[in-house]
């Protein structure tokens, strides 16, 4: 296996505010031969989150910074092409908690698991609707927020792959669901496509405005808020919630590459007795197969609908992943590595 070059995308520098291109560096390098416990991986497809941002910054969080020098970390998955492991074979498609990189020498971990292909609608889907994003959105609303036949649910980031998911399950609960989202193709996709009953915005507007605009597609206020994005957005939901709303903090992607935004407004918290509260996936890593099952029924019922962008090839890695903060990305983005 020595003899293999293996071609990684490496964090050169840790990123003041937007990512520079400077900031990493694409890599060649001879594959380390595999040791006792270790398995080759070669990476097909890896999944481009906003959480990467967060990994690149040396401050506290749920999994320790990036490393200067290694490879960004990234869901990835693949296929086993040497084991030393008895659970994995050669030939098996596995997925797990890697790097942006062709191949991938590991002791397989708690996040490493065989994928069954057969069982999802696409190889892909298991980075998508099938992996984290559609798991965040399916405990995010059958878990947590629960919204019942009547209410209104406003999401941020709704074009994205977590918020387009979310609309929908809510949809599928009864609730009246409101996105908002980045420019007027967006909007009218939330509609057209994922079959929101409104659609606002946020470009280009204050909170102020963007407020006036949330106001008048939920006149009956807002009894739950799935947030992805904070800043301007969070600030103008928290003006139009009900009395014993829940916002439930998913992401918020606004603040990634710059100073903290907001909440500005939550003393509508207390006049409304409202509940505010973090969300990370992990809290169900219990019940991952239980999520996958359910989401996978629902698509092949044609229940629930989900986009994927994928950028060909390791090189574009830079362009792909800043598509997430220009908002350029049209579904769950992915690289494909192989
Ligand atoms: N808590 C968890 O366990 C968990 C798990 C997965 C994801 N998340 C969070 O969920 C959110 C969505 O993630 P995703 O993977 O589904 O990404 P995504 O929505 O597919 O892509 C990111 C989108 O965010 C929007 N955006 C970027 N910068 C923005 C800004 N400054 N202001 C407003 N909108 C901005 C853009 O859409 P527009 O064109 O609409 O601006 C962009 O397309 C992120 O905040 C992520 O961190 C949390």
């Known amino acids: 296996m020595s003899a293999i070059m293996n071609r990684r995308f490496i964090l050169a520098a840790r990123p003041d505010g937007l990512p520079q291109e400077s900031d990493f560096r694409l890599e060649d390098s001879p594959l380390p031969v595999p040791g006792p416990g270790q398995i080759v991986i070669r990476n ?156 606002i915005d946020y470009r280009g507007k204050d909170v102020a405005a963007l407020a006036a605009d949330i106001g008048a597609a939920c006149p009956q206020g807002i009894d739950h808020v799935y947030e992805n994005v904070g800043g301007t957005c969070l600030d103008a939901a928290l003006l139009h919630i009900n009395t014993q709303a829940q916002i439930i903090l998913c992401g918020l992607i606004a603040e990634y590459n710059g100073d903290p935004q907001g909440a500005r407004n939550i003393w509508q918290l207390i006049v409304k007795t409202a509940t505010m509260r973090g969300y990370l996936l992990t809290e169900f890593v219990d019940r991952f197969p239980e999520g996958s099952r359910a989401i996978a029924a629902l698509i092949a019922q044609g229940k629930l609908l989900f986009d994927e962008h994928i950028e060909d090839g390791i090189d574009r890695a830079y362009p792909a992943f800043m598509r997430l903060f220009d908002g350029s990305n049209d579904g769950k983005m992915i690289l494909k590595l192989a």
Request: charged share 15%.
């Open 44 to 199: 097909h497809y890896a999944s481009l989150d906003p959480a990467i941002r967060g990994w690149l910054d040396d401050t506290p969080s749920y999994l320790p910074p990036v490393a200067l020098g290694d490879a960004v970390r990234a869901s990835t998955i693949g296929t086993v092409e040497a084991s030393h492991v008895d659970r994995f074979a050669p030939g098996d498609w596995v997925m797990g908690l890697n790097r942006i990189e062709q191949y991938s020498v590991v002791t397989p971990d708690d996040f490493m698991h065989p994928i069954d292909v057969m069982l999802a609608p696409s190889v892909t889907s298991y980075l998508s609707a099938m992996g984290a994003v559609g798991l965040t959105a399916w405990f995010g609303v059958s878990e947590i927020m629960k919204p019942r036949a009547g209410q209104t649910l406003l999401v941020s980031g709704a074009a994205g792959a977590v918020g387009s998911m979310v609309g929908q399950l809510a949809k599928l609960q009864g609730a009246r669901v409101v996105g908002i989202a980045g420019g007027a193709a967006k909007c009218a996709r939330l509609i057209d496509h994922y079959g929101f009953d409104a659609a």
